[in-house]
């Protein structure tokens, strides 16, 4: 084990433009990460083995969606001790996503502003990439794949994509999340109102009961949600989860409101906002959602977690379990092991 400090390379990564460091960092992960060069970045997993719906965990800590959208490196960033890692989000089709720059750092918040929307080579590459993957999950690490809908798909058919997306990923998923909670794909989050929400869940439910037959395994399924929801709108979210007989809730994706940062540079672009801004409001929506739901149905939380402390707080407001993206930018592989030990030490 070398891990490689990451106050080393982080100043060398900040000097880049932020989506060309992450295509860089991501690019070198997937050459690398099954060659002996990985052990730069390998860290010792933390046992603290917990089982969440149905599903045994090896530790709380899992990366959060968006990340790997393609899926190209699972072992490698498994390497750095998540128990379990989400990949996608995923569309049918392959698609551009939003012009560049569409990515920004708010170092002076340990913030990102993203915009990409969705940027991703389609369901078909995604699913080779995920069957490559091995070692990660012979090791005990589960697989969460997150599925969305393609841009240019109507919101009147956002179903279709969803089911696509379903049947795609089911044999080789440890868990699904629906994700309709990313700012970045038009009318995308209207998907979480009343209506939509009962339609698509139903849709859903049924076709996995199909898969669950066919496949001879029911996968859990989680759906993901925004943060800028008020009590009113999560409260509908977790009935409608409880009634078409959901398996977990991730709480939550990136924010639109501004005020944490405002003034500072950048903090006007259009996208949705993560990392130490979104930290409190994710938490009250994981509270607001543990006391909807009741005690014992699963929830994600993630949302602005940086040491931990912070994977700390996140289990204190409800969370069963934790995933983190930005802090992995700002903290490096560091913080993996940090905020697993962190609960573990806790129970
Ligand atoms: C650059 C970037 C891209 C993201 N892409 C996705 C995505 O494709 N699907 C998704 O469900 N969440 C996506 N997210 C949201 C994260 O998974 C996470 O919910 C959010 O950033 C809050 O956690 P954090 O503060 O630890 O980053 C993205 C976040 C960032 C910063």
């Not at 551009?96 to 080579?121: C, V």
């Not at 696509?164 to 970045?184: E, K, R």
């Not at 739901?293 to 931990?308: R, T």
Request: net charge positive; hydrophobic share 45%.
């Amino acid at each position: 084990m070398a891990l490689i400090p990451y106050a080393l390379t982080r100043p060398f990564l900040f000097g880049l433009d932020p989506e060309h460091a992450h295509e860089l960092t991501l690019g070198s992960l997937a050459r690398l990460q099954d060659t002996p060069a990985r052990c730069l970045w390998t860290q010792a997993r933390v046992q603290d083995p917990v089982t969440v719906a149905g599903l045994r965990f090896p530790n709380r800590i899992g990366l959060a969606a968006g990340l790997d959208k393609n899926g190209r490196c699972i072992d490698g960033l498994g390497d750095m001790g998540f128990g379990f890692i989400e990949v996608g989000t995923v569309t049918p089709l392959g698609q551009p996503g939003n012009p560049k720059p569409r990515m920004f750092r708010l170092p002076e918040r340990q913030a990102l502003i993203n915009r990409l929307g969705f940027n991703n080579e389609g369901l078909d590459a995604f699913l080779a990439n995920v069957q490559r993957a091995r070692r990660f999950r012979a090791a005990g690490g589960l697989l969460g794949l997150n599925i969305g809908k393609n841009a240019a798909t109507p919101i009147e058919r956002a179903v279709d994509d969803y089911l696509i997306g379903l049947a795609g990923v089911y044999p080789h998923a440890d868990y699904v999340t629906v994700n309709i909670s990313s700012p970045n794909t038009q009318n995308l989050r209207s998907l979480q109102s009343d209506e939509a929400l009962d339609g698509l869940l139903g849709a859903l439910q049924a076709r996995r009961a199909e898969l669950a037959a066919q496949h001879g395994r029911q996968v859990p399924m989680f759906l993901k949600i925004a943060p800028d929801l008020d009590e009113t709108q999560v409260g509908v979210i977790a009935a409608t989860l409880k009634k078409h007989g959901l398996d977990g809730v991730i709480a939550t994706n990136t924010t639109l409101a501004r005020e944490a940062v405002a003034g500072l540079p950048h903090a006007q672009e259009a996208g949705g906002l993560s990392g130490r801004p979104v930290f409190e409001a994710s938490n009250r929506v994981i509270r607001q959602l543990r006391a909807a739901l009741g005690p014992g149905f699963p929830i994600v939380g993630v949302g602005g977690v940086l040491s931990g402390e912070d994977a700390r707080a996140k289990i204190a407001a409800g969370a069963d379990l934790v995933q983190l993206y930005t802090g992995l930018i700002y903290r490096g592989p560091e913080l993996v092991a940090e905020a697993a030990r962190a609960l573990a030490r806790k129970g």
